[in-house]
């Protein structure tokens, strides 16, 4: 597990597609959250059993498969709440034909517990995370930026080298790019 000040962040390669899946675990308080639980359920579940974290929180950067394939069964394994940005609704009611499409196992659709907006905030134990709405990969994508930890976490917005992806339905390169310039390259190093 790396460290970020405080928090312990464990990144998890899942599903066919090696999506990574990070599980954020406050070294304070214990608390942890899940970014992105994509595939293999045993293989996030070790990982939190292993570091010890409460996780009570899933977070979801935007609605693809292979970055919620396992949301809603650990939303029910682990009692936690589900949180994405409110444009994404379209995708999330179409996680089951996304799987069939892809060939992925069967996927249920975790129930939004909270709907997510540019500039909220999301607690990790007594670790401050700021929401960073940054369409264009999805119309509802998000960063999740722990300026006191000097960490973000982007989903498929942008990659090392790359950026993600703009031709599936909702997908736009120019406000791509839009996005990494006003809400990432604008952070600290």
Same mark, same amino acid.
């Given at each position: ?8 962040? /464990?990144?998890?390669?899942?599903? !066919?597609?090696g ?6 675990? &406050? =070294?304070?308080?214990n ?9 293999? /359920? +045993? ?6 059993? *292993?570091?010890?974290?409460?996780? +009570? ?6 609605? *693809?498969i ?20 409110? &444009? /994404?609704?379209?995708?999330? =009611? ?8 892809l060939?992925?196992? !069967?996927?249920?659709? !975790? ?5 997510? *907006? ?9 670790? =401050?995370?700021?929401v ?31 950026? #993600? =992806?703009?031709?599936?339905?909702? #997908? ?18």
């Open positions: 597990m790396m460290e970020h000040g405080r928090l312990g962040v /464990e990144i998890i390669v899942t599903g !066919p597609i999506e990574n899946c990070y599980l954020l675990h &406050d =070294r304070e308080t608390a942890g959250l899940l970014i992105d639980p994509g595939a293999d /359920e +045993k293989k996030i579940m070790h990982a939190i059993e *292993h570091c010890g974290a409460q996780v +009570k929180q899933i977070v979801g950067t935007h609605a *693809h292979d970055h919620l394939g396992v949301a809603a069964s650990l939303q029910r394994r682990l009692s936690a709440v589900f949180s994405i940005h409110a &444009d /994404e609704k379209q995708w999330l =009611r179409m996680l089951p034909q996304q799987a069939e499409f060939g992925f196992p !069967p996927t249920e659709i !975790p129930v939004v517990d909270r709907e997510l *907006h540019h500039g909220d905030e999301i607690m990790v134990g007594n670790r =401050r995370g700021t960073l709405h940054t369409p264009g990969h999805t119309t509802g994508g998000i960063g999740l930026h722990f300026i006191d930890e000097k960490v973000v976490f982007v989903g498929d917005t942008l990659f090392e080298e790359s950026i #993600g =992806r703009t031709d599936l339905p909702g #997908g736009s390169h120019q406000q791509i790019v839009e996005s990494i310039r006003s809400q990432l390259f604008s952070l600290d190093d």
